[in-house]
Nanobody, 116 residues
Framework: QLQASGGGSVQPGGSLRLSCAAS????????MAWYRQRPGEARELVAA???????YYSESVQGRSNISRDVATNTMYLQINTLKPEDTAVYYC????????????WGQGTLVTVSS
């Protein structure tokens, strides 16, 4: 199972860190990723991190975000800085065997709202 948390309301220019807790068996065996879905739009890949800690970022967050995974706590993180209103979305964590779009299984989403 995947449990996402850390969403909330943030002003433009602010930062947020999302967390995704996973079981040890999932964490050690799968690539993982963050996707997001804006209202009325399709779900899109935001960032991914492989079992080997290789990372991938979409152009929309490249340079202002950091994805990481902590094997000690079986938790994946996504830090996004300089948030923009267009970052408003429901963020989902996922796991899978494909790269860079692991998507075999989804957790529930966490809502991020960027607004002044």
């Amino acid at each position: 199972q995947l449990q996402a948390s850390g969403g909330g309301s943030v002003q433009p220019g602010g930062s947020l860190r999302l967390s995704c807790a996973a079981s040890e068996s999932i964490f050690r065996r799968y690539n993982m990723a963050w996707y997001r879905q804006r209202p009325g739009e399709a779900r899109e890949l935001v960032a991914a991190i492989s079992i080997a800690y290789v990372t991938y970022y979409s152009e929309s967050v490249q340079g202002r975000s950091n994805i990481s995974r902590d094997v000690a706590t079986n938790t994946m993180y996504l830090q996004i800085n300089t948030l923009k209103p267009e970052d408003t979305a429901v963020y989902y964590c996922s796991r899978g065997r494909t790269w860079p779009r692991p998507s075999d299984y989804w957790g529930q989403g966490t809502l991020v709202t960027v607004s002044s």
